[in-house]
Nanobody
Framework: VQLQASGGGSVQAGGSLRLSCAAS????????MAWFRQVPGKEREFVAA????????YYADSVEGRFTISRDNVNNAIYLQMNSLTSEDTALYHC?????????????????????WGPGTLVTVSS
């Protein structure tokens, strides 16, 4: 599985961005896809996850209601629509994936279970 994130950039506080993550090598619908972010000097932070099978989603409290994760079966991609951005959202955003043996396995924010990672895309929010 290979992942490639894009769509990062600079935006003013209150603005919006949409990140994309192109996935290749997905062999079934038994994948969970997620977005994580990291600020230099800080630990990587879970943002959102989606279950490929049924598009079930899970969000970090810090982005709930502002961010929306979605998936595109046709193009094998996931997206992160980010609205009402603040300077606290400034980070390098990575997409990640894990294969699961069960279709309905609960989504998780634990980064160590996500086996596949792509290079990040930088989001900078200026106040």
């Amino acid at each position: 599985v290979q992942l490639q994130a894009s769509g990062g950039g600079s935006v003013q506080a209150g603005g919006s961005l949409r990140l994309s993550c192109a996935a290749s090598g997905l062999t079934s619908n038994k994948y969970h896809m997620a977005w994580f972010r990291q600020v230099p000097g800080k630990e990587r932070e879970f943002v959102a996850a989606i279950r490929w099978f049924d598009a079930n989603t899970y969000y970090a409290d810090s982005v709930e209601g502002r961010f929306t994760i979605s998936r595109d079966n046709v193009n094998n991609a996931i997206y992160l629509q980010m609205n009402s951005l603040t300077s606290e959202d400034t980070a390098l955003y990575h997409c990640a994936a894990r294969w699961t043996s069960a279709l309905r396995l609960t989504l998780t924010k634990e980064e160590n279970v996500y086996r596949y990672w792509g290079p990040g895309t930088l989001v900078t929010v200026s106040s």
